[in-house]
């Protein structure tokens, strides 16, 4: 038995609820980092995580001032684990929003991709997308034909819509031990993969994977 299957037995229940979220936004902030394209919005860590923060900015305002050296050293603590809280969901939220504006009217028009956007995402994006076709329009669309005035023409079998790279190299890392085998489509490549496996391969293999929380990118 080695350190991986130590701490594979460790009930989740015994960790912190605080920190089964700081692990959850981490991995959720790498893999958004990582991927081509924008994944599932994590509405329910979101909620948990922004919530905590504002309870814990109420009380670093609360206890600002106080003289009680214990208190203090105390209230540093906090402030430093707010930060982290804060550094990792700016950093998120920035990645989310850099898909969002490089593949905005895929992520409008693809009903997969436009799930995976949050409310606050989805109305950035649909004013996104009327502000820079205002912009457009105004400043050369005008001059076009009707017919050449559309963004996401598709006229002559190629679209002007911009979309992620499904076979984009990964580095991916299993969390459990896979129970169908990872195919790569349009190759003759097939594997398993065993917890802590680390492989790359194309994002389009391990999508499902990883969105289903069966392995994490690195």
């Given amino acids: 038995m080695d350190i991986d299957d130590i701490l594979a037995e460790v009930d989740s229940h015994t960790i912190p609820r605080e920190t089964q979220d700081l692990q959850e936004l981490t991995r959720a902030w790498v893999t958004e980092r990582s991927a081509p394209e924008i994944l599932p919005w994590p509405g329910t860590l979101m909620e948990r995580v922004l919530e905590r923060t504002k309870q814990q900015i109420e009380l670093v305002e609360e206890q600002t001032g106080n003289t009680d050296p214990k208190a203090n050293f105390r209230l540093i603590i906090i402030q430093t684990e707010l930060e982290r809280f804060k550094f990792l969901v ?40 009327t502000i820079l076709h205002a912009h457009y329009h105004s400043s050369f669309l005008s001059q076009f034909p009707t017919s050449l005035q559309r963004l996401d023409d598709t006229a002559g079998g190629i679209s002007m819509v911009e979309t992620p790279d499904p076979d984009k190299a990964v580095f991916v890392r299993a969390l ?14 097939e594997f398993e993969m065993r917890r802590g496996d680390v492989v790359v391969v194309r994002w389009s293999a391990v999508r499902e994977l990883v969105v289903d929380g069966g392995a994490e990118l690195i």
Avoid: M
């Fill in 90 to 129: 700016r950093s998120f939220l920035r990645a989310r929003i850099a898909k969002i504006d490089a593949y905005t009217l895929h992520a409008l028009s693809h009903s997969p991709t436009r799930a995976c956007l949050s409310p606050s995402e989805l109305q950035y994006a649909t004013t996104h997308t």
């Fill in 176 to 189: 459990r031990d896979t129970e169908d085998v990872v195919v790569v489509e349009g190759t003759d490549t």
